[in-house]
């Protein structure tokens, strides 16, 4: 993957490559391959992140002018391909997060304090990314859903515990990939945050007892 | 679809065995392999969520017309495709076909030929295909692709 993110420093740049159709989808399939690189291995991207706000901005020019001119399918498929894709951007900023907590293990004094901060405001900056992005008016309609209105059967019920909240369908099913992607990210980061906080109050209680006169 | 399907297997069964190239039995393969990946592979092998645009289903294809390195990686994540889901014998082309991928990138990319914006792309496709098979490869926990082509290549088991 190194590979082809040095090709593609050197041979080409983000606004070249992201001007056409097929640059755009080589792109978003080296973004894939990336992302789940690095957050399996906890490392960083191969490219910088102005790669992806590139990619982002191009996406949104190209939206204004040929949305206009799609069928509803074509325009609801469009929407969900786009907006997934501004959903996962988000994972540079996951795998910069995860690739510091390595150090966080190692680091002492100061430089553990700037770790943990750094942390801290990757992951609010996640979280409000997220929200967002769920309550843009691109997505809102897109993830609609309406409850199914009757006990949802399957051949587990007399076997298995009901379903923790009521059953529901989205009014446009292939959406659901959004709102699980929104939510994973969402869960991920929420789950972690509170240890953050506990370290940062650790921290904080550490230094203030340190410095009170004896 | 059978992959025996327009191959003979035999010299006494080709109607011109005097007259044909020798060439090894599995580049006569990599047509069947492209065409079960166009009739049988969408883009969720490859992980992605959506593909409004086809490029999966056409645009790649149509790519491999261009680069000999990304027709053997194509056909290498279908024959992983295939020996999952029709023969698992077949898992072994996928090895074969990734190794030829490996070698005609290596050459393109020494040959300094990544001048065109057409020759970067197929190179970086035929990069993102090899490292789709991986990643296809590890998800199923079959690890170990990578080994066993990298065995196989030097080992030189099959002809070049």
Redesign the interface.
Same mark, same amino acid.
């Not at chain 2, 490859?46 to 645009?53: E, G, L, T």
């Given at each position: 993957m190194s590979g082809a993110a040095q090709i593609f420093q050197t041979q080409t740049n983000a606004t070249q490559l992201c001007s056409s159709s097929l640059g755009r989808h080589l792109f978003k399939w080296y973004s894939l391959i990336e992302d789940e690189c690095c957050l399996l291995l906890s490392c960083r991207g191969a490219l910088p992140p102005t790669w992806r706000q590139e990619d982002f901005r191009i996406r949104k020019l190209i939206a204004a002018s040929e949305y206009p001119l799609l069928s509803k399918d074509e325009l609801r498929l469009r929407i969900l391909d786009d907006v997934l894709q501004a959903t996962l951007d988000i994972i540079t900023a996951m795998a910069d997060g995860l690739s510091t907590v390595p150090e966080l293990n190692r680091a002492t004094g100061d430089r553990r304090a700037e770790i943990i901060a750094h942390l801290e405001s990757t992951m609010i900056y996640i979280i409000n990314y997220v929200q967002s992005l769920r309550n843009s008016q691109l997505v809102m309609p897109l993830i609609q859903t309406f409850e199914v209105g009757f006990p949802w059967k399957s051949k587990h019920s007399t076997c298995c515990p009901e379903l923790p909240f009521p059953p529901f369908r989205f009014a446009y099913p292939p959406a659901g990939m959004i709102f699980i992607c929104l939510e994973a990210i969402r869960l991920y980061v929420t789950v972690h945050l509170p240890y953050i906080r506990a370290l940062t109050r650790s921290r904080l209680s550490s230094t203030h007892l340190s410095r009170q006169p004896e | 679809m059978n992959i025996y399907d327009g191959l003979y297997t035999s010299p006494e069964t080709s109607p011109f065995p005097l007259f044909r190239t020798p060439r090894p039995i599995h580049d006569d393969l990599i047509p069947f392999f492209l065409s079960y990946h166009r009739q049988n592979i969408n883009y969720g092998r490859?992980?992605?969520?959506?593909?409004?645009?086809q490029?999966i289903k056409e645009?790649l294809l149509d /790519?491999t017309k261009q680069s000999e390195s990304l027709q053997y990686a194509v056909a290498a994540f279908s024959a992983l495709i295939y020996s999952i889901q029709v023969d698992q014998r077949m898992k072994r082309f996928t090895f074969l076909f990734y190794s030829k991928a490996i070698q005609e990138l290596r050459q393109a990319i020494n040959s300094s030929s990544?001048n065109s914006?057409a020759s970067?792309?197929t190179?970086?496709?035929t990069? /993102?295909e090899l490292?789709?098979i991986e990643?296809c490869y590890i998800t199923w926990g079959q690890k170990g692709l990578m080994i066993s082509a990298l065995s196989l290549m030097s080992l030189n088991a099959f002809d070049m």
């Open positions: - | 490859y992980f992605w969520y959506s593909d409004p645009h490029f645009s /790519l990544i914006e970067m792309c190179t970086v496709a990069i /993102l490292a789709s990643v």
